[in-house]
């Protein structure tokens, strides 16, 4: 059974910076493409980012591009999204996403229907 624990959220000044983590156990985590979403009050779930297996391709909303990154440590089991100049639309709870993904070291998956497991999210609160 997949578990997907995510840390690293909190309240930032407009800005700031924020390193959102997400372990996984249970299973191999190189075998799984990860992905990032965020969920604002009343608003949709939508996707952030998403990182191969490998860690070798990564692919990123078009409005996050160049503020956000996303990497993998294989080794720890961990991703990281690694938010930067922060802004007060970006307050939302942030949960990470695993898709076994064995066939295709390079493949990433930008749709929720993608993903076959969740973490339970945490906030991120960016003040004004």
């Known amino acids: 059974q997949v578990q997907l624990v995510e840390s690293g959220g909190g309240l930032v000044q407009a800005g700031g910076s924020l390193r959102l983590s997400c372990a996984l156990s249970?299973?191999?985590?190189?075998?799984?493409?990860m992905g990032w979403f965020r969920q604002a009050p009343g608003k949709e779930r939508t996707f952030v980012a998403a990182i191969s297996r490998n860690g070798g391709s990564a692919f990123y909303a078009d409005s996050l591009k160049g503020r956000f990154t996303s990497s993998r440590d294989n080794a720890q089991s961990t991703v990281f999204l690694q938010m930067n100049s922060l802004k007060p639309e970006d307050t939302a709870v942030y949960y990470c996403?695993?898709?076994?993904?064995?066939?295709?070291?390079?493949?990433?998956?930008?749709?929720?229907?993608?993903?076959?497991?969740w973490g339970q999210g945490t906030q991120v609160t960016v003040s004004s």
């Open positions: 249970g299973r191999t985590f190189s075998s799984y493409a």
């Open positions: 996403a695993a898709r076994f993904a064995d066939e295709c070291n390079d493949c990433y998956f930008s749709t929720e229907y993608d993903y076959d497991y």
